[in-house]
């Protein structure tokens, strides 16, 4: 079953609740969309970065005032994001080809919880304009990580950073704000990539964009409070769950 309108809505709020958790919202769109039928193509690859553009937005809207406010942090996004953009435009051929390879996400999945499982975070709370440029070059680096289907943008920054001793109330909402260039940038791309999409593609595009934002905006606020505060052992223990579920679910 090809992609429809009600399947757009219901992958937007997955996108939107999954999105800025470090459990890779790729794998919870791929096994959602396996799960409600929609069978793999290339526009539902596409889509299923697309969409994720409309998680973004809801983070520029979000983070405005601190951004704008802090003018200081454009230049630091834009350091942490030269190493993704670079490593995104060599391997972009061979990242598209390994993108929807679940027993892959499994292990990444199961991986990135055994390793969250062991973080010791530094809990100091300080501001994220203070964050330096060589952390925000270092998170930058990590973020490469998320290439690997299951790994998790956000999850790869946080256990970047954590590592580093970088701060919860740094490493967190900079992770959010590093994602608006890389999502962004890797939704042009597949948007571009593609030969052509008539206007129910762009309808069916445009709904999972919205959802996503819209989902994304009212949730926010709740996933920065848990990742700042909360045992990311939570985090671990969900991915090696989640990981495991795919595992069966494949093998089925």
Same mark, same amino acid.
Request: hydrophobic share 55%; with cysteine.
């Given at each position: 079953?090809? $992609? ?24 919870h769109?791929?096994?959602?969309g396996?799960? /409600? ?7 539902f690859?596409?889509?299923?970065v ?6 973004? $937005? ?18 630091? /996004?834009?350091?942490?994001? %030269? ?11 061979i ?5 929807? &390879?679940?027993?892959?996400?499994? @292990?990444? %999945? ?5 390793i969250?499982?062991? $973080?010791?975070? &530094?809990?100091? *709370?300080? *501001?994220?304009?203070?964050?330096? @440029? ?13 290439f ?14 954590t ?12 992770s ?6 890389? /999502? ?6 597949e ?14 595009i445009?709904?999972?964009?919205v959802?996503?934002? $819209? ?6 606020k ?10 990311l052992?939570?985090?671990?223990? @969900?991915?090696?769950? +989640?990981?495991?579920l +795919?595992?069966?679910?494949?093998k089925?």
């Amino acid at each position: 079953m090809g $992609l429809s309108i009600f399947s757009s809505i219901f992958l937007g709020i997955i996108e939107g609740l999954t999105e800025f958790a470090p459990v890779s919202s790729t794998a919870h769109i791929l096994i959602s969309g396996k799960m /409600i039928g929609v069978t793999s193509s290339e526009f539902f690859t596409v889509f299923s970065v697309a969409i994720q553009s409309g998680a973004i $937005l809801g983070a520029v809207v979000y983070f405005w005032k601190t951004v704008w406010q802090n003018l200081s942090l454009i230049p630091k /996004i834009i350091v942490g994001f %030269l190493p993704t953009a670079v490593v995104g435009l060599l391997l972009h051929s061979i990242i598209s080809k390994v993108f929807s &390879n679940h027993l892959l996400i499994a @292990y990444a %999945l199961i991986i990135g919880g055994i390793i969250f499982l062991f $973080l010791k975070t &530094n809990d100091s *709370e300080v *501001e994220v304009k203070d964050i330096s @440029y060589k952390e925000a070059f270092i998170v930058g680096c990590t973020q490469i990580l998320a290439f690997i289907p299951g790994v998790s943008r956000s999850g790869a920054t946080l256990i970047g950073g954590t590592a580093l001793k970088i701060p919860r109330f740094q490493i967190v909402p900079f992770s959010f704000l590093l994602g608006i260039p890389t /999502i962004l940038g890797a939704s042009f791309v597949e948007l571009v990539s593609i030969p052509q999409i008539d206007k129910t593609g762009w309808m069916i595009i445009t709904t999972g964009i919205v959802v996503s934002f $819209l989902t994304a905006l009212l949730t926010m606020k709740w996933f920065i409070e848990i990742l700042t505060k909360k045992p990311l052992s939570y985090w671990g223990w @969900y991915r090696i769950f +989640i990981g495991i579920l +795919i595992i069966i679910f494949v093998k089925m």
